[in-house]
């Protein structure tokens, strides 16, 4: 269900970087949300970082919709950049199983693994 890899960068180098290859792959940034930074924002303890990337390929999603558009429900996706026990880790919840859930139909399958391979690209990319 989860793709993750540990980077050797640091966090911020990581959120850099990440955000570099999601462009130059195509897809668009639609938000950046700063889990950790939220937190303490509001006295809350969290000691780790996370930051997660909303993005979109409008082409793949114009896709996917044109089959099913109750799958907009699942969109758009996101990777997140994270900490945990010191260590800079890259994520994503894999498209398939996700999509899998939510419709039977063959083409649906077939472009969530589309979907992955170019996340897991980006995600490879970035590490």
Request: hydrophobic letters at 45%; a negative charge; charged letters at 30%.
């Amino acid at each position: 269900m989860f793709y993750i890899v540990e980077s050797d960068k640091s966090f911020y180098e990581a959120s850099v970087d990440l955000e570099e290859v999601i462009l130059r792959l195509g897809f668009s940034v639609l938000q950046i949300h700063d889990s950790g930074d939220s937190l303490r924002s509001r006295g809350l303890d969290c000691d780790e970082e996370a930051k997660s990337f909303v993005i979109d390929s409008a082409r793949l999603t114009e896709r996917l919709l044109a089959l099913d558009m109750r799958l907009s429900l699942a969109l758009p996706w996101r990777i997140s950049v994270f900490t945990e026990e010191g260590a800079t880790k890259i994520g994503l919840l894999r498209p398939p199983p996700a999509l899998a859930v939510l419709s039977a139909h063959a083409a649906v399958a077939r472009l969530a693994y589309e979907f992955e391979e170019k996340l897991v690209q980006i995600v490879d990319e970035a590490r």
